[in-house]
């Protein structure tokens, strides 16, 4: 089980290589076409001081008081609401003997301001699609001249070159995976520590101690002692059993 998963992780860093390969290349090809220019900085600093002052003016005229919890109580209006309501408004007007806890003109301005409320935040879903996607536009290509560097300094290094090996060094942490520590041995290592001991390739014992309350969950200590002057005890608090 060991080794197929020493495989897989292995063929997952690889591929992963491999995609970050794929990416430099296919921004190198891109970049000999075509040069990346700024985005007009007066437009884009009108486009944010307009965007605030609409958001400062509507929140002073809009009901937007609404927290998470008061948002998931209220009741939205899909297609078949929306037509409920709107069936439910013609015949209030019509019957007007019946509407007696609102006035029909109340609900008639709510589908009103809903309807231009609605107007509002599908022009505002198509302008984020198009700055997210430029967004996008712009990461993709940064990513991929970095690992162009990257790559470059990293043949360099290995080929001797003191400045690309010093560079090399300073980007390598970007890549390496953090590995797990939850303070104490995970149920891999305690079956190899187990299996060197066994079989006379290590000296020193290993003592797995449960506590069981009444009440929670079990504890499993695990003491290791190798007899070279030093002694461990580690806890795993990820051993709790119901």
């Keep these: 089980m060991t080794k197929k998963k020493n495989d897989s992780e292995k063929k997952a860093a690889n591929a992963t290589k491999n995609e970050r390969t794929a990416t430099a290349e296919r921004i190198a090809e891109s970049i000999k076409e075509q040069r990346i220019d ?23 005229i809009s009901e937007n008081y609404l927290n998470k919890i008061q948002r998931r109580r209220k009741i939205g209006a899909g297609i078949k609401n929306y037509g409920f309501i709107e069936k439910v408004a013609d015949l209030a007007e019509a019957n007007p003997q019946f509407a007696q806890f609102f006035r029909p003109e109340d609900l008639r301005n709510c589908i009103i301001n809903f309807d231009r409320c609605r107007d509002v935040a599908l022009l505002l879903q198509s302008f984020a699609r198009l700055v997210t996607n430029t967004m996008l536009v712009y990461s993709d290509a940064a990513y ?12 360099m290094s290995r080929r001797g070159n003191p400045t690309a090996m010093e560079l090399y060094q300073s980007l390598q942490p970007f890549f390496k995976r953090p590995r797990r520590s939850t303070g104490g041995l995970t149920e891999k290592q305690t079956e190899r520590e187990l299996h060197a001991l066994m079989h ?43």
């Design 200 to 242: 006379s390739k290590k000296d020193g014992k290993l003592i797995v101690e449960n506590i069981t309350p009444k009440l929670t969950g079990g504890v499993h200590k695990v003491v290791e002692e190798v007899y070279n002057d030093k002694a461990a005890v580690k806890e795993s608090i990820d051993a709790q059993k119901n």
């Design 38 to 60: 700024l985005l007009p900085n007066q437009l884009m600093e009108d486009t944010v001081e307009s965007l605030e002052n609409l958001m400062e003016d509507f929140r002073d």
């Design 144 to 155: 991929g001249m970095a690992l162009i560097f990257y790559n470059n300094i990293k043949e």
